[in-house]
């Protein structure tokens, strides 16, 4: 399950299932989105990105969606696997001009359950 | 190469000290950045280069000086840090600004006593 407290919010889930990281955006103008894994010790390491011209992009065994209705962003990652484990994080170009920096959302920490 | 190459990997320094972070890249990318990352927090936006000059400061105290001297390295000077600078700090770098991905390094570890 997913719980959200003082520290990270945790998505715990059975080796083999499916996983889903949920990212909200608060700028409508953000045009460009990329998930992030980063593993302890490590830097973000570039998963998959999208545009806000797509609402799908799929790459192996990871799914990015956006809505951009509601401003929300999910990583899908199928068959999750020990080596998943790490937390994850979405990134935002909050466009205007396309020069602005990315923007990290808060993260969570996906554990994978052998 | 598509890496990002920081060092050291870890720093542990005192409040009177002076030391030297560097990031190389050897992908083309023509922006670079640095990151300050915290334990549990995303990482949170310090410096950006783009064509190896200083375009922007996120209100970072100047007891961290960046430098750029080419557009392969990009250094964080520290002098007379406190303990709460203590973080990760990362290197990025881009192909240019606007929307492409970032390649982080693996961060400093830096500890300051």
């Known amino acids: 399950g997913e719980s959200v407290g003082l520290h990270l919010p945790t998505l715990s889930v059975q080796e083999g299932d499916n996983s889903i990281i949920n990212c909200a955006y608060s700028n409508s103008a953000s045009d460009y989105f990329i998930w992030y894994k980063q593993e302890s010790g490590k830097g973000p390491q570039f998963i998959i990105d999208?545009?806000?011209?797509?609402d799908k992009r799929q790459g192996q065994r990871v799914t990015v969606l956006l809505n951009k209705t509601v401003k929300h962003l999910s990583l899908q990652i199928a068959a999750t696997q020990p080596g998943d484990s790490a937390v994850y994080f979405c990134a935002e170009n909050p466009g205007y001009s396309g020069n602005t920096p990315l923007v990290f959302g808060k993260g969570t920490r996906l554990s994978v359950i052998a | 190469d598509t890496e990002v190459t920081q060092t050291p990997k870890h720093l542990v320094m005192g409040m009177t000290n002076k030391k030297s972070l560097k990031c190389e890249q050897h992908?083309?990318?023509?922006?670079m950045y640095w990151y300050k990352q915290k334990a549990k927090k995303p990482p949170e936006l310090m410096f950006v280069?783009?064509?190896?000059?200083?375009?922007i400061n996120e209100s970072v105290p100047s007891r961290f000086s960046p430098e750029c001297p080419n557009s392969s390295l990009l250094n964080l000077h520290l002098h007379a840090l406190q303990p709460e600078d203590s973080a990760l700090y990362l290197c990025?770098?881009?192909?240019?600004?606007?929307?492409?991905?970032?390649?982080f390094g693996s961060g400093t570890r830096l500890t300051v006593v």
């Open positions: 280069y783009s064509y190896e000059k200083l375009s």
């Open positions: 999208i545009r806000s011209n797509m």
């Open positions: 990025a770098s881009s192909q240019e600004r606007g929307n492409y991905g970032y390649t």
């Open positions: 992908m083309g990318h023509r922006a």
